[in-house]
């Protein structure tokens, strides 16, 4: 005896479906209309998509996700292959069922994020599988609206057409990755980070340093890169040295201020402590002061992470051999191939994404202790 | 008070001042005292008497502005720099990145012992505070009453004769408190260290105390030193006899003096 309990999702997919449903039905056999109208797949998609927004009410949470993301996915393949060929012929059936698609994947990831998983291994799973779902649906509409709505490819181009690039043009990226990433982001964030470190140490030590440094490298992270960057290729050259510097320069400051804010983060009572122990100074630096500092230490490596990537990268805008990240985005949007921009900047994004995420790994592992990190 | 003993502290005249935005505060002023071994003394008073300005001198943690002041018949600095005191704070302050066995190894490690003295002593002093079993543990994952527990076995793993203890317990639930108590009163006859104990609670002083030094505030001084006649010997009902609650009324009498200027 229990009614049926309809989210809104699927019931506002179900009155989006209805005006392509009516128009399918009414036009059976008619040649030359439109996607979803034309064929068979138009139809397979419109039923699709019908199927759970008429279902979902009535059945158990987890398999009303599993409908959801079986059939919102398959009319999302069906509108994408039904386009093709067609770009820019998109009427409002096409565009109503690509919403009511999004709207059942909506359901499915909502439904997701509701469950409390027991075992690790399903909350593990559900962690990768609810973002992966969202990405997923950012690039179908993507893809659905450059191509339903005919968009120039100087515009945007689909992520298919970048995803193509990218597979046709992996020795080029790999190489730019190499100089860009291994070569100039690596050093000069090991370099700036390291120095970084080691001069905030001596600031803390040494007080003339602390009064007269500190305010000076407060102007040095306010210089502007765009500045900087030609003056260090007159300096460093054209190779990867030049963008290094600027990589310094970026990341030096970030680990500074966090390291001096973090030795100053020990409690005082922590520090009497040390001191009825007749600690030294170093004694008390290592194994107090750094532990402490450690998640400040951290924030400014994640920081850097980023950082390190944006500098190098316009770095090479400056002057460069004709290898680089930076010097590929600048020459192909100077040829149009709009295409080879956004695979750089995919590829970039994916690069900066990894290096984060390492910092981070790291992070997690070393400041255990944390509240932030051990969740109370 | 066992007048025989040599002084493990001495103070005389000892004053301290704080240079302030409003003016000087004068936290301790013509301050005399003199501990022998063996003794448990607690400080009490109301805040801002200066009891926990007095163990940070002893401790060699605040200066003297004025007077002098004798840690094993040597300066409050090269007492503290020979490690002559275990000192326990109003909160654990343990390491949280260190597990209790690590933590109770600080002051070892520092003293640069060897690992297998530095794991003996450990192994020692957690036995001496209960806590046999919880070495591989973090300080997050204890009671606060543990927590506690462990600081002292800290205070206690390098084997300092003096024990300055700062309201060690004043964050703790009654229940607790009463516990960690009687743990310390059987350490104490165990192990014959002097205890320094700062403290705000009348039963608690009573209870624990050989002698008690009463202070007051403004400028903080000591106004009474009164000596227990309760037996070594301290069962927890103690505190219900007559003869405590003498004592305590006592330390209430003393308190109110030292007040009574006060409006």
């Not at chain 1, 992520?159 to 046709?168: Q, Y």
């Not at chain 1, 300096?235 to 970026?250: E, N, P, R």
């Not at chain 1, 750089?344 to 990190?373: D, K």
């Amino acid at each position: 005896m229990k009614a049926p309990m309809y989210s809104w999702q699927a019931s506002l997919a179900f009155l989006l479906v209805i005006f392509p449903i009516v128009v399918f039905v009414t036009n059976v056999g008619v040649p030359g209309l439109a996607w979803p109208y034309s064929g068979f797949s138009g139809g397979l998609a419109i039923a699709l998509v019908t199927l759970p927004a008429w279902f979902s009410g009535r059945l158990l949470k987890l398999w009303e996700a599993a409908l959801c993301f079986v059939c919102a996915h398959g009319a999302a393949v069906l509108l994408l292959g039904g386009i093709r060929g067609h770009e820019g012929t998109a009427g409002p059936g096409y565009y109503l069922v690509l919403a009511s698609a999004w709207l059942l994947a909506w359901r499915c990831v909502a439904i997701l994020s509701e469950q409390r998983p027991l075992s690790r291994l399903a909350s593990t799973a559900l962690r990768l599988i609810i973002p992966a779902i969202f990405g997923a649906w950012i690039l179908i509409i993507w893809e659905a609206v450059t191509r339903g709505a005919g968009i120039p490819f100087i515009l945007l181009p689909p992520p298919s057409a970048i995803g193509a690039r990218i597979a046709s043009s992996l020795p080029v990226l790999g190489a730019d990755v190499r100089q860009t990433i291994f070569k100039a982001v690596i050093f000069g964030y090991v370099v700036g980070s390291g120095t970084g470190f080691l001069v905030a140490i001596a600031a803390d030590r040494v007080p003339f340093l602390r009064r007269g440094l500190l305010p000076i490298g407060n102007m040095v992270s306010a210089l502007p890169i765009i500045g900087v960057a030609p003056i260090m290729v007159m300096w460093f050259g054209f190779d990867w040295q030049s963008k290094a510097a600027v990589v310094i320069i970026m990341t030096f400051f970030p680990m500074l201020v966090n390291t001096v804010a973090g030795l100053a983060a020990s409690g005082h009572m922590e520090r009497d402590l040390m001191r009825t122990y007749a600690s030294g100074y170093w004694q008390t630096l290592l194994k107090l002061r750094l532990p402490a500092a450690a998640p400040f230490i951290f924030n400014a490596l994640k920081i850097n992470s980023t950082l390190a990537l944006i500098g190098a990268i316009v770095a090479e805008f400056f002057g460069t051999p004709v290898v680089g990240m930076g010097f590929r985005i600048s020459t192909e949007v100077g040829r149009m191939n709009i295409d080879m921009v956004w695979a750089e900047i995919a590829v970039a994004a994916l690069a900066g994404s990894v290096f984060y995420g390492v910092v981070a790994l790291v992070e997690r592992a070393v400041t255990f202790w944390h509240p932030s990190v051990r969740g109370g | 008070m066992t007048g025989t003993s040599p002084a493990v502290v001495a103070a005389s005249k000892l004053g301290l001042t704080f240079q302030t935005n409003d003016g000087p505060v004068q936290a301790l002023s013509n301050v005399d005292l003199t501990i022998g071994k063996g003794e448990f003394v607690s400080f009490i008073g109301p805040s801002g008497c200066g009891k926990t300005t007095l163990l940070r001198v002893i401790a060699d943690l605040e200066k003297p502005t004025s007077g002098t002041i004798s840690v094993n018949g040597m300066t409050a600095e090269q007492a503290r720099e020979k490690r002559a005191y275990g000192y326990v704070f109003q909160a654990a302050a343990l390491f949280p990145w260190r597990t209790i066995e690590r933590n109770v190894g600080l002051p070892l490690e520092i003293m640069g012992l060897s690992k297998a003295e530095q794991a003996q002593r450990i192994k020692r002093t957690l036995d001496l505070v209960n806590l046999r079993g919880f070495e591989k543990k973090y300080p997050w994952q204890l009671s606060g009453g543990m927590q506690q527990r462990a600081s002292i076995a800290r205070a206690l793993a390098f084997d300092a004769d003096l024990l300055l203890m700062d309201e060690p317990f004043g964050a703790l639930d009654e229940i607790v408190r009463d516990h960690l108590n009687e743990q310390l009163l059987e350490l104490w006859g165990r192990t014959n260290k002097t205890i320094c104990f700062v403290t705000h609670s009348i039963p608690e002083a009573v209870y624990l105390s050989t002698r008690i030094v009463v202070m007051s505030p403004r400028p903080g001084r000591v106004s009474d030193i009164i000596e227990s006649t309760l037996p070594k010997q301290r069962p927890l009902d103690i505190r219900e006899t007559p003869e405590f609650l003498a004592i305590a009324a006592r330390v209430r009498d003393g308190l109110r003096a030292g007040h009574s200027y006060d409006d």
